[in-house]
């Protein structure tokens, strides 16, 4: 069961178009957004490709329609060699447990009326994995894993902080073992001492259990460290793709170089000496 | 430079009655603020800096809330100063910008109207085509593109970038003398932020603003900031200029702020340095030093605070609350190379 060869992930000229509809009564479809309009990338078993964008760049949508989230326009997907682009929901299901997805906003996306315990084992429950004190097993060492304690099993969502909760969401998107995590903006709701907290939890686990990420974030510095190879992505398109470091040191996109220019250097000599010789 | 400082914040204790006891969000901040300056305020999420603006504001004042030390505006006390008084200075004397400009203005009025509304609430006398001219001018200003016809729009017609020059444009109305932005970018995207960023710089420039940074972002600190005040669990850890902050830094906190953050202009590490652990929560603060849990290098003298003191005897105004000696923080802040709080494990 390794079909694709090195590729984990091959996604080809993926669209996603969404109609603009204006009617009265009858809805006539006079516009398209093109929210994803032609996204190549193939991401090797293990390794992690960071896609980065400004807000409205179509990162979000393309992530969605890579999991099926949202069908596809056109385009093929294809994990572990095989088409998913298109399959029912039905026909997707056993397929779920091999790629999970990490939100951005911790707060927004665990129940607040479910017990941290349940939250993370519900993935487990929902596919007959396992029931019982072999669950609760588990999961109390899935919580440890992500560096939460046993004990936390018991506790509701806001009793945490920002940080934990992100944990919390690593702890159900692993706890199926999936193969493929797609981590939407994972660190960007987050303090920055804490940002970097998480991004070397998913780095571990990314070596203990040979996990493969697309990383989607704005912060280009933050997707230059977590990932192998970046992808930039501005209107629909991905406009440069490269090594990390190839991407962050020798742009070649206008795009690109837009973004990285406009990082603040957290270094006062450097901000300045950067900001002189641009009078307009 | 140094004229009479503008603002001045002394001793400031704020608290908050709770169910749980006393949370003592702000405990003990100084601070000096001059026409044309701008100090930044930096720390994590529940670290006091927010608290610290709105006590300026006078919009921390409740039943609950337990307010001493001195907030004093040109020798005008502001803690003590009547309701109706400080309706008046906020938005006239100083006025705020939040995270969120989605939030913060009405949805269902047009932005101009909102804006229009303030400036009469302030100037009864201004006619409202005057105060329509005033607005438009002032978007302009800021920088919005067709001012004369988008002061109409409602705020979901702006991005979130115009929407916060519009914010800007409505703090700046009544030509306060002080500005207080409360993580004006935090929301925005990079190229948007540094737009903002300049923005804001060259208002303060040109209007000799004294202004209020509050951010977690140390980068954005060091694109706009004079001075730096690092607060933690209520209290500030360390306070000084930018230079000194980012090229000296005293305290370990500061040294895990400046070690987290990623790189563009080096080489990526191995592993990003992290300060590990989470704040404590401020009804359960730790015996002692408030970060001594988080700290690696905390030894038997962290059970006691110390006070916000200048240890370097040539640098008098740049003060930290930590016990280690000059010498062995030089040693100490060094991780691969760089400043930052711990050697990777």
């Known amino acids: 069961m390794n079909g694709g060869g090195e590729n984990l992930l091959e996604v080809t000229d993926l669209v ?34 960071g896609l980065v964008g400004e807000s409205g760049s179509g990162k979000s949508t393309a992530c969605r329609a890579v999991l099926q989230l949202i069908k596809p326009t056109s ?6 060699g095989e088409e998913i682009a298109g399959l029912s929901r039905r026909q997707m299901r056993p397929l779920r447990r091999q790629m999970q997805m990490i939100f951005q906003d911790p707060y927004a996306s665990l129940n607040p009326r479910k017990r941290i315990g349940q939250i993370v084992a519900d993935p487990l429950r929902r596919q007959n994995v396992a029931s019982g004190s072999d669950l609760r097993r588990r999961v109390t060492a899935l919580l440890e894993r992500v560096g939460l304690a046993g004990e936390h099993y018991d506790r509701f969502p806001h009793e945490f902080s920002g940080g934990q909760r992100q944990r919390i969401g690593i702890a159900r998107a692993l706890a199926l073992e999936p193969k493929l995590v797609i981590a939407d903006e994972p660190v960007s709701a987050l ?90 | 430079m140094s004229p009479e400082p503008l603002l001045s914040v002394s001793d400031l204790q704020v608290g908050f009655a709770t169910e749980g006891g006393l949370l003592q969000a702000v405990d003990g901040v100084n601070f000096e603020l001059r026409p044309g ?27 609950n809330s337990r307010i001493e030390g001195s907030v004093q505006l040109d020798g005008e006390e502001l803690l003590t ?16 910008v939040f995270q969120d400009p989605m939030t913060s203005f009405n949805p269902v009025y047009r932005l101009g109207a909102q804006i229009v509304e303030a400036i009469r609430a302030h100037r009864p006398d201004t006619s409202k085509a005057d105060a329509r001219a005033r607005v438009v001018e002032l978007f302009d200003s800021v920088g919005i593109p ?73 980068g ?52 990003l340095p992290q300060i590990s652990g989470a704040p404590p929560s401020l009804l359960e603060l730790p015996e002692g030093c408030p ?18 003191e200048a240890r370097l005897p040539d640098a008098p105004k740049h003060c930290d609350r930590c016990w280690l000696t000059p010498e062995q923080k030089r040693e100490k802040r060094h991780v691969e190379g760089q400043i930052g709080l711990e050697a990777p494990a």
Not at chain 1, 75 to 80: A, I, L, P, T, Y
Not at chain 2, 44 to 57: L, R
Not at chain 2, 226 to 254: C, N, S, W
């Open chain 1, 16 to 49: 996603k178009h969404f109609p603009v509809k204006r009617g009265v009564l009858v809805d006539r479809e006079v516009d398209q957004v093109r929210a994803v309009d032609g996204v190549s990338f193939s991401i090797p078993r293990g390794k992690t490709l």
């Open chain 2, 81 to 96: 100063a009547g309701d109706a008084a400080m309706r008046k200075l906020r938005g006239e004397r100083i006025a705020m």
């Open chain 1, 191 to 280: 303090d920055v001492s804490i940002q970097a907290q998480i991004v070397n939890l998913l780095d571990d686990l990314q070596d203990e259990l040979g996990l493969t990420y697309l990383f989607v974030a704005h912060d280009i510095g933050v997707v230059r460290h977590i990932s192998d190879r970046i992808a930039v992505m501005n209107e629909g398109k991905i406009v440069e793709q490269g090594s990390a470091d190839q991407v962050c040191e020798h742009p070649t996109d206008p795009y690109t170089k837009k973004l990285l220019a406009a990082v603040p250097i957290p270094d006062p000599r450097e901000s300045r000496a950067r900001r002189e010789p641009t009078p307009s």
């Open chain 2, 220 to 271: 954005v600190v060091a694109e706009v900031a004079d001075r730096v005040l690092v607060m933690y669990a209520g209290k500030v850890v360390e306070q000084g200029t930018l230079d000194e902050i980012f090229y000296d830094p005293q305290h370990p906190y500061t040294w895990g702020l400046l070690g987290s953050l990623t790189r563009l202009d080096r080489p990526r590490p191995k592993r």
């Open chain 2, 146 to 218: 067709e001012a004369e016809r988008r002061v109409d729009d409602y705020p979901h017609e702006f991005s979130g970038g115009m929407r916060q020059r519009a914010m800007i444009a409505m703090a700046l109305a009544l030509e306060p003398e002080v500005l207080i932005a409360d993580e004006p970018t935090t929301a925005l995207d990079v190229t948007i932020q540094a737009q903002i960023l300049r923005l804001l710089e060259d208002l303060n420039r040109e209007r000799n603003l004294a202004t209020i940074l509050i951010t977690h972002d140390l």
């Open chain 1, 75 to 80: 385009g093929s997907v294809r994990f572990e």
């Open chain 2, 37 to 63: 300056e701008v100090l930044a305020i930096v720390g994590e999420s529940g670290s006091g800096k927010s608290v610290t603006a709105q006590t300026i504001m006078g919009l921390t004042r409740g039943h």
């Open chain 2, 291 to 308: 970060f001594r849990p988080r700290c690696p290098h905390e030894f038997s003298k962290c059970t006691q605070v110390p006070g916000l």
